[in-house]
């Protein structure tokens, strides 16, 4: 039985290594959401809560697009 893989969210850096833009609206959504946890959390917490949150965000944002873009993550010269 054949599992469809699901479709990426981001595309491939050209050069370097990770992520580039978002290709689909859930690449959009989750970078937006990014921004909105790391906003509120600058508003609304302080002391070592803030760095905390701003951290669990980050991991998030990166695992998620990690196993989400297009050709996945490694390093690439300009030749793909």
Request: overall charge positive; aromatic content about 14%; glycine content about 12%.
């Amino acid at each position: 039985m054949k599992f469809k893989t699901p479709a990426p969210w981001f595309a491939a850096k050209r050069y370097g290594y990770g992520v580039g833009m978002p290709i689909a609206w859930q690449g959009w959504a989750l970078l937006a959401t990014y921004i909105v946890a790391m906003a509120l959390s600058n508003a609304m917490l302080s002391g070592w809560q803030r760095p905390v949150a701003m951290g669990v965000a980050t991991v998030l944002l990166v695992v998620i697009a990690s196993r989400r873009t297009q050709g996945g993550w490694r390093w690439r010269n300009g030749r793909d």
